[in-house]
């Protein structure tokens, strides 16, 4: 039994697919095949259920990818562990973030623990906040970071920044030159809000609950910049990040609402299992992110 064996099956057991595990790993189809029959031959027992119509994990596959797990993470421990001893990090640090920390905050936050460890990897995906919460939960990645409440128990969740909500339309926008909007033109405007799951529309359906019971009509798009480039179209209008907005404030292109709404601030949040502090790349993120913020 190798370690490539059972990352091999690791991948195949999360993505439940031997050809899109092979992408991720860089290996061909039969590679991927070649590892997983080792490894029901060792054990005599198979770790999946193959059809057309099924795909599975067996109870022994699933007692294994339980185990396989846990060897893996002691693996990349021990090797954080012998890298510490010469004071400089390598391997890869994945990271899953939220749309609006990744797109717009947390690459500058990054500078300072690259400068420091030139060597090591980043990996960042971004997905809206339920799937990095799962992502941190189900250790497919090392770290999280989220905007909003964190729903699951069991996890650390390290704040590290304050985020606010503001308003924002297109230039061409009816609102774009009333200086008094009030809640009712807000509640008969379009919006463009996030999908479900995210951070950002978890706050933007509490906001328009504020307006009162008048539902606006709404666009749904599952990118912060296609929320930002469909508000300056002109197609309505949205509550974005602070973050998010800065670049089109500045050039003109999107205009703040002012109306007279109460502050709408959050927290951005680092997320990860209790077993993962100790790991030197986690411990390394943690503290430059925290540090830079």
Same mark, same amino acid.
């Given at each position: ?71 893996l993470a002691l ?17 890869? =640090?994945? !990271?899953?973030? *939220?749309?609006?920390?990744? +797109?717009? &905050?947390?690459?500058?936050?990054? /500078? ?7 060597? =090591?990897? !980043?990996?960042? *995906?971004?997905?809206?906040? +339920?799937? &990095?919460?799962?992502?941190?939960? /189900? ?48 509640q008969q405007a ?104």
């Amino acid at each position: 039994m190798l370690l490539e064996q059972l990352r091999t099956f690791t991948e195949v057991a999360e993505r439940r697919n031997f050809t899109k595990a092979g992408e991720a790993l860089n290996l061909a189809q039969p590679t991927v095949s070649l590892h997983i029959r080792q490894l029901e031959e060792e054990f005599g027992t198979p770790l999946f259920i193959r059809s057309r119509k099924q795909f599975s994990i067996t109870p022994a596959g699933r007692l294994l990818y339980e185990r396989a797990r846990q060897l893996l993470a002691l693996a990349e421990e021990t090797k954080e562990d012998m890298m510490r001893q010469s004071g400089e990090l390598t391997g890869t =640090l994945t !990271v899953a973030a *939220s749309y609006t920390i990744g +797109e717009y &905050v947390l690459p500058r936050l990054l /500078e300072d623990l690259l400068a420091e460890h030139p060597k =090591l990897e !980043v990996v960042i *995906s971004i997905s809206n906040t +339920e799937e &990095v919460e799962a992502k941190v939960r /189900e250790f497919r990645c090392d770290v999280g970071c989220i905007e909003g409440t964190v729903r699951l128990e069991g996890l650390h969740a390290v704040p590290f920044m304050e985020d606010e909500l503001i308003v924002v339309c297109g230039t061409g926008h009816p609102l774009a030159q009333k200086t008094d909007v009030t809640p009712e033109d807000l509640q008969q405007a379009r919006w463009i809000t996030r999908e479900e799951g995210s951070g950002t529309r978890e706050h933007t359906d509490h906001l328009l609950r504020s307006l009162g019971h008048v539902k606006p009509g709404r666009m749904i798009i599952g990118s912060n910049g296609g929320v930002i480039q469909a508000v300056i179209a002109g197609l309505g209008i949205a509550a974005v990040s602070i973050h998010a907005a800065k670049d089109g404030i500045e050039t003109g292109r999107l205009v703040q609402l002012d109306a007279n709404l109460p502050p709408q601030k959050r927290t951005f949040s680092m997320l990860h299992a209790p077993s993962m502090a100790g790991h030197a790349a986690v411990s390394a993120f943690l503290e430059a992110v925290a540090g830079s913020s």
